[in-house]
């Protein structure tokens, strides 16, 4: 079957998903749990050969912890399902009801947005998230893996596929592709692919802006800081650095840049560089930095804009709030951006001010997740200002339609004067 039949085949069978019933959605949802389990040492097979052959190939650490898809994932995401499963279903909820007369109503209801494609590198797990959102959002989905997880990949989604499939679930409903010829055509394919999610590089996700005229959802770089405040608490703010920066250093949520105020660095710095040590972590500071404790490396302007995915940070003093929120409205990607501090009024003015998806006090930046959000899982982060921002769950995944319910009525009546327009909020939801 060539890509154009593939993207044909999703969106005939996404018209038909979009009113599937909830119940027959969280069937098929189980039974994935349930194959995800039964074929557990399949995967991890299919898995072993991708890392094998990235090791040979010398793949990027970070990308190579990525890759990993082993028990404790496969795990992770069957516990995410089940948490899919206990949400509520989007589809079909009455956002706004209005009376435009007596006998004349309108309804603002939610719907899928139909053909979703959805192109991420390396993280097999982002596949089983991603496809299972979309199922219980009534979307079709197009899948393209990085080449490095092909093995992985073609065997979630057989799983993924057969399982909904024998749920009756529509036949097509979800496609996997696997070339970059694929991506290039599918990019072309605006009449019928509704919306493009890219998970990857910044140049990545610019190359699929920049060769498609079709919407756009997520982001690029994950560039997140946090802040210490002269007013913090000193074990909180230790404790919430290290946390954000190593407990999973290779992902979009993990701090890069920790600012900290003049005023507590003295204080702080020693003790933040010990336990930067003993997770083995790289520091770049600047000189008042440097001036304080020994760093590994200068900061100079590129640091500040820099996604390192490692175990490696930079740290920069500030003169204050003012100039920490300018720091991070210039160099962060608007992903997630955290304040330490015990004055409440500052937190106020960090969180109107900092332009992020995602503004946090008094905890790691770690927690911007859809699954930590209770979203059930999440297909990806948008850092965009329309339609849906910050972890991109079930909600980001609808669209909405009005739907009027009438008696014969006619716009002549209003026009000339019979008739007039009470538009008048109702209480109801949509009900035929």
Known sequence: MSIQESVKEVKAASVVLAAVETERKNSALRAIQEALLERKQEIIKANNKDLER??????????????????????????????????????GETLQSTAIDEDLELYKVSCPIGVIGVIFESRPDALVQ??????????????????????????????IRQAAEEAEIPKGWIQLMETRDDVNVMLKMD????????????????????????????????????????????????????????????????????L??????????????????????????????AAVIDVDETAGEQDWKTEYLDYKIAIKTVDGLEEAIEHINTYGSGHTD?????????????????DSGNVFWNCSTRFSDGYRYGFGAEVGISTNKIHARGPVGLDGLLIYKYKMIGHGNIVDDYESGKKTYRHRPLNKSFKL
Request: with cysteine.
């Open 54 to 91: 990235s090791e040979k190939e010398k793949l990027d650490p970070p990308l190579l912890k990525r890759l990993k898809f082993q028990e404790d994932k496969i795990q992770g995401v069957v516990d995410g399902i089940e948490s899919l499963i206990q949400l509520k279903d989007p589809v």
């Open 130 to 159: 991603i496809s299972t959102l979309c199922l219980k959002s009534g979307n079709g989905v197009l899948l393209k893996g990085g080449s490095e997880a092909k093995e992985t990949n073609r065997i979630l989604f057989e799983i």
């Open 191 to 258: 009449e019928d692919i509704d919306l493009i999610i890219p998970r990857g590089s910044n140049d990545f996700v610019k190359y699929i802006m920049d060769h498609s005229n079709i919407p756009v959802l997520g982001h690029a770089d994950g560039i997140c800081h946090l802040y210490i405040d002269g007013e913090a608490e000193v074990e909180m703010a230790l404790s919430i650095a290290v946390d954000s920066k190593t407990q999973y250093v290779s992902v979009c949520n993990a701090t890069e840049t920790l």
């Open 260 to 289: 900290i105020d003049r005023k507590i660095a003295k204080e702080l710095l020693p003790s933040l560089r010990d336990r930067l040590k003993e997770k083995d972590v790289t520091i770049v500071g600047d000189e008042e930095v």
């Open 338 to 354: 955290a304040i330490v501090t015990t004055n409440k009024s500052k937190v106020q003015k960090f969180m109107d001010l900092v």
